[in-house]
């Protein structure tokens, strides 16, 4: 398994138990998403995973390391694309790449390299001199995309990639997470849109209130609740914690 949870928690300081005994593996290829309302725990448990945040208690494992022993070497395996179009606005496109690469210590040659093959794939070779602030939201995203990929990672982290996108640019962020992912790349995501989970996850674990309430293919989820769409599903998994 390329992440692997046992009995996982996670309580923080003020008391709040953000986590509370999750279990649950992610197999080598695959497309796992989160769902559920905010303050579910799905920030907290990816931050676990991308070593950012220590387990209280529980077993954790990603790529078959411990991230309180081995978190450079797992940082170092994992593209992370934040739920912010975190990119500086002072840079062009192409120095905003050239600059994340410094961080994984890419060797110049293929740093340009790289980035033109990045920016092919996203699309926006054309936009390679202009700056972040030139460029749309949609295209921004992109970029951000091509960051979270540049060190060619073993697990790709997106949390929430296609928040305030036009269909359009949605569109295009799911084929190139589909090619990614064609390409062996496993890949794990959050979102609270119900058709980018059903269109992109091979496996589904509904969130709420810091443990996994149901875990399943899109058609099984479906199956399971007598639902046309996940939304149905969501609605009825998650009424209670809707409700309060």
Same mark, same amino acid.
Request: proline share 6%; aromatic share 0%; glycine share 4%.
């Given at each position: 398994m390329v992440v692997s949870a046992k009995n996982l928690n996670k309580r923080y300081s003020s008391g709040t138990e953000a986590i509370r005994g999750i279990s649950f593996d992610i197999k080598k290829g695959e497309i796992y998403g989160f769902l559920g309302p905010n303050g579910a725990g799905k920030s907290t448990l990816i931050k676990m995973i991308s070593c950012y945040f220590p387990a209280t208690s529980g077993d954790l494992t990603v790529l078959g390391l411990n991230p309180n022993r081995k978190a450079s070497t797992i940082k170092r395996c994992l593209g992370i694309m934040p739920q912010d179009n975190n990119l500086d606005p002072d840079l062009t496109v192409f120095e905003n790449l050239y600059l994340y690469a410094n961080y994984f210590n890419i060797p110049r040659k293929k740093r340009l390299e790289r980035i033109d093959e990045l %920016?092919?794939?996203?699309?926006?070779?054309? =936009?390679?001199? $202009?700056?972040?602030?030139?460029?749309s939201g949609g295209q921004q995203r992109r970029v951000v995309l091509a960051?979270?990929?540049?060190?060619? *990672? =073993?697990? %790709?982290? %997106?949390?929430? *990639?296609? $928040?305030?996108?036009? *269909?359009?640019?949605?569109?295009?962020v799911w084929s190139i997470i589909r090619d %990614?992912?064609?390409k062996g790349r496993t890949v794990i995501l959050t979102t609270h849109y119900m058709k980018e989970a059903e269109e992109l996850c091979h496996r589904i674990a509904f969130v709420d209130a810091g443990k996994i309430v149901a875990l399943d293919t899109p058609e099984g989820h479906l199956a399971a609740n007598n639902a046309t769409d996940l939304e149905d599903v969501y609605l =009825?998994?998650?009424g209670s914690s809707l409700e309060e």
């Open positions: %920016l092919t794939l996203v699309g926006l070779e054309h =936009k390679r001199n $202009a700056r972040v602030t030139q460029i960051r979270s990929i540049i060190n060619d *990672p =073993k697990i %790709l982290i %997106l949390d929430e *990639p296609s $928040a305030g996108l036009d *269909p359009h640019s949605r569109q295009v %990614l992912n064609a =009825k998994t998650m």
